[in-house]
């Protein structure tokens, strides 16, 4: 099956030489939209676990938790490169000087490369030159994840961000400054989004120099205030057939070069009311990959920019 889109392992590959695998590290922290610092409650979608159901507990030193995913992960994929990926709630929530232990504890062989997951509001320039220095004394390559999830303003308030476009494009700007790479995240089955903000979010990212995206499905957590608006009838969830068609325009929309870290997620079962309408993650991905090759679809051919000619066959 040929792949239509730039998907990160072949980045990781161009770039490493071989396979690279994240190993998540989980920290006690919040998020300023859950603390009162910019509102309460938190995103509607977002569970207690803040996005990270697979992590280890973070009672857990951050070197422990890489040493113990290290050894699961790359003897189960046969990995000898990582990237430890701070994932769940707000990363950079915090003073400057937890910040700088955290990343320390990263300085191993075995890791080529830091993400930290983190909110637009959230990003300042005394981590980010922290970061420089880091990066250059350590050979690491950083990757900021920040969450865009869509560019209509109306649906971030619906979704609690407390941070809106605008915040987004101010920390784009500014991690760029440092050469750092920024991966976002994008939800391409918002109900209250349509297929023209779907372009709308692809063409804003194409202006930012973000490098990298991660397409998500729009899941309702147990016990969230999505699930609340579900059962009340505000909203009605996109078929699976719309999430498929949203996620093919917005590649076809996408920069090229751009790389996608995946075309849907997962949530585990016990904790999610709905996911992915009771579809395997795979099979719709596969579907996604099998409408583009049929119609001679690939990544970036509504872009306006020449096709990038790393796109390959799997």
């Known amino acids: 099956m040929n792949n239509p889109y730039y998907s990160i392992s072949q980045y990781y590959k161009d770039t490493y030489g071989q396979k690279v695998y994240k190993l998540p590290v989980k920290l006690s922290l919040t998020c300023p939209n859950r603390d009162g610092a ?29 040493e113990k995913n290290k ?24 003073s400057l000087e937890e910040f700088k232990q955290v990343i320390s504890a990263c300085d191993k062989d075995y890791i080529v490369a830091v993400s930290i997951s983190t909110r637009s509001d959230c990003i300042t320039e005394d981590k980010l030159i922290f970061l420089e220095e880091w990066s250059m004394e350590t050979d690491k390559d950083i990757v900021f994840e920040l969450g865009l999830q869509t560019s209509n303003y109306r649906t971030l308030e ?17 991690i760029n400054r440092y050469n750092f790479r920024i991966c976002t995240h994008v939800i391409l089955s918002l109900p209250w989004d349509d297929i023209k903000d779907i372009r709308q ?57 751009i790389a996608i870290q995946r075309l849907v997620g997962r949530a585990p079962q016990e904790e999610t009311y709905f996911c992915n309408r009771d579809t395997s993650w795979w099979l ?13 679809y690939i990544q970036g051919d509504k872009s306006g920019r020449i096709i990038f000619d790393k796109i390959k066959g799997v």
Request: one cysteine or more; aromatic letters at 14%; glycine letters at 6%.
């Open 38 to 66: 910019t509102c309460y409650g938190g995103c509607i979608f977002c569970g207690e676990s803040g996005g990270s159901f697979e992590n280890l507990p973070s009672y857990m030193t951050v070197d422990e938790q890489l």
């Open 71 to 94: 050894d699961y992960i790359g003897s189960r994929y046969k990995a000898k490169k990582f990237i430890a990926y701070f994932q769940n709630f707000t990363n950079t929530y915090m």
């Open 158 to 174: 619906i979704l609690n961000r407390g941070e809106d476009l605008a915040d987004f494009i101010y920390a784009c700007n500014l």
């Open 201 to 257: 979010t692809a063409r804003i990212i194409n202006a930012l120099n973000i490098k990298e995206v991660k397409i998500h499905s729009l899941f309702i957590i147990k016990d969230t205030k999505l699930y609340q608006m579900y059962e009340n009838n505000e909203f009605e969830m996109p078929s699976k057939n719309d999430y498929e068609v949203n996620v093919i325009e917005f590649l076809r929309t996408i920069n090229p070069d």
């Open 284 to 296: 719709i991905r596969d579907e996604i990959i099998e409408t583009m090759n049929k119609n001679g």
